[in-house]
């Protein structure tokens, strides 16, 4: 039974920080969205901040940290954007959780601080969990079972693909232990982590990455400096099973966007339901009227290219969703005040940016709306074929860049718009 105190999204994360600095972890705040690696385009997990102390090119001021960190994932390696409102689980913008050593302690106590942290401050039945560790390390499996006590019958080995972890082509890297919380019969069947690739019953919520290598261009691995600590668990994640919840749309702090956007649109919500195409278009607007929010706060600006083109795309994508609801007003900024609200304890800079967020915002929305009946009436005649006997099995690359150029449609909503109804774009000739 999780503590009370932590079935709150701010609960939640004060008491994970709690939990490492009375373990004397320094506190780190959170960074920018914008990494100072120029080989990501944002900050896509809570160790970006520390990748030099990783890769031994500066000293780190601690030997071990623990930090909430704000990341995106979309555009490059990491892109969820296109999963958002699809899923249970899919966002744009979250929070990571995490605990980092540099050189201090290593798999000995990593390991078991996880268990205590899962058990006892997030409440897990440890009954209920199960433990993955790479195919290659014993010392992992040993810790786990001899240590922590984990029987060897929920214990399991998997392979590269799902426990060895790098933040891209090049940097740390090394093998990771995942915590998994069995959700029960009716998310699936029996056989632990390995028996549910999607995760689906056996829910990973915490990974423990061991940093020992750093990979280089090549694919070649070379031993760290020093063997280093890098945990992250989801907070969106955490909170979903905390509050005892189905999906990460019940939680605190997206369930209130959701009812903002139904009040705006009028449109019913479904909870649960994947095919409902309101509820998706709902889903759609307060996730990315949240990230948008977030990313702005951080300096990222809509513009055509870069990090500003990933915004313009996020907030066209919520403006062309209000639009299936039937919404004719402005929408973004009301659901922006709403998300505001839940997320300025956490992040104080975001009252004082919030006039300046809802201008961008309310530009934004207002610039696209102002060309999107049209566009939408170009690209129906394209699918449609108005003058053609059957329908178009293909948007023209032409078609495409006019509704770029004209109208502001992003080549990838245009392909989005198309790919519902089977209609594919000739993006070679975009």
């Keep these: 039974m999780a503590r009370a105190d932590i079935k709150t999204a701010d609960g939640l994360r004060r008491a994970f920080v709690d939990f490492f600095a009375a373990r004397e972890h320094t506190v780190v705040p959170s960074a920018s969205l914008i990494p100072f690696d120029p080989s990501i385009m944002f900050t896509v997990a809570g160790m970006?901040?520390?990748?030099?102390?990783?890769v031994g090119e500066e000293t780190a001021p601690y030997n071990r940290a623990v930090s909430v960190q704000k990341c995106v994932r979309a555009g490059g390696k990491h892109n969820d954007l296109d999963d958002v409102g699809r899923t249970k689980r899919h966002l744009v913008f979250f929070?990571?959780?995490?605990?980092?050593?540099?050189?201090?302690?290593f798999k000995e106590k990593a390991?078991?601080?996880?268990?205590?942290?899962?058990?006892?401050?997030?409440?897990?039945?440890?009954?209920?969990?199960?433990?993955?560790?790479h195919e290659s390390d014993d010392e992992a499996e040993q810790i786990w079972h001899d240590v922590v006590g984990v029987p060897m019958s929920r214990i399991q080995r998997l392979g590269d693909k799902d426990n060895f972890w790098q933040m891209g082509d090049v940097g740390p890297c090394g093998p990771c232990s995942e915590i998994h919380i069995d959700r029960g019969s009716a998310f699936g069947p029996d056989g632990g982590p390995l028996n549910d690739p999607k995760g689906d019953r056996f829910l990973e919520f915490w990974n423990?990455?061991?940093?020992?290598?750093?990979?280089?261009?090549?694919g070649s691995r070379t031993r760290l400096p020093r063997p280093s600590i890098d945990t992250g668990a989801g907070f969106e994640r955490i909170l979903t099973l905390v509050q005892g919840v189905d999906s990460i749309w019940e939680t605190d702090l997206l369930s209130?966007?959701?009812?903002?956007?139904?009040?705006?649109?009028?449109?019913?919500?479904?909870?649960?339901?994947?095919?409902?195409?309101?509820?998706?278009?709902l889903r759609v607007l307060a996730e990315h009227a949240r990230s948008s929010m977030m990313m702005i706060n951080d300096g990222v600006f809509p513009s055509n290219e870069g990090r500003g083109y990933v915004l313009r795309r996020i907030i066209r994508r919520a403006v062309?969703?209000?639009?299936?609801?039937?919404?004719?007003?402005?929408?973004?900024?009301?659901?922006?005040?709403?998300?505001?609200?839940?997320?300025?304890?956490?992040?104080?800079?975001?009252?004082?940016?919030?006039?300046?967020?809802?201008?961008?915002?309310?530009r934004e929305e207002e610039k696209f709306r102002a060309t999107l009946r049209n566009g939408l009436t170009i690209l129906e005649d394209e699918m449609a074929g108005d003058k053609k006997p059957s329908k178009q099995s293909q948007i023209s690359?032409?078609?495409?860049?006019?509704?770029?150029?004209?109208?502001?449609?992003?080549?990838?909503?245009?392909?989005?718009?198309?790919?519902?109804?089977?209609?594919?774009?000739?993006?070679?000739?975009?």
């Excluded at 929070?95 to 302690?105: A, K, R």
């Excluded at 139904?262 to 649960?272: D, P, Q, T, V, W």
């Excluded at 860049?401 to 774009?425: N, S």
């Design 95 to 105: 929070e990571m959780l995490g605990n980092f050593s540099f050189g201090d302690y």
């Design 256 to 281: 209130p966007l959701i009812d903002t956007g139904r009040r705006l649109s009028g449109a019913e919500y479904k909870i649960g339901d994947y095919e409902h195409r309101p509820s998706f278009s």
């Design 397 to 430: 690359g032409t078609a495409a860049f006019t509704l770029h150029d004209t109208y502001g449609f992003p080549l990838e909503l245009t392909q989005e718009i198309a790919g519902e109804r089977g209609v594919a774009v000739d993006t070679d000739g975009f």
């Design 48 to 54: 970006v901040p520390f990748k030099p102390y990783f």
């Design 320 to 362: 062309r969703h209000a639009y299936l609801l039937g919404c004719e007003k402005l929408v973004m900024p009301s659901l922006v005040e709403t998300s505001l609200g839940i997320m300025k304890s956490a992040y104080p800079e975001l009252a004082t940016n919030s006039d300046f967020i809802l201008g961008v915002i309310t």
């Design 208 to 218: 423990l990455v061991f940093m020992q290598y750093n990979q280089a261009g090549d």
């Design 111 to 133: 390991i078991p601080w996880g268990w205590e942290l899962a058990t006892e401050v997030f409440g897990f039945d440890g009954d209920q969990l199960w433990i993955t560790v």
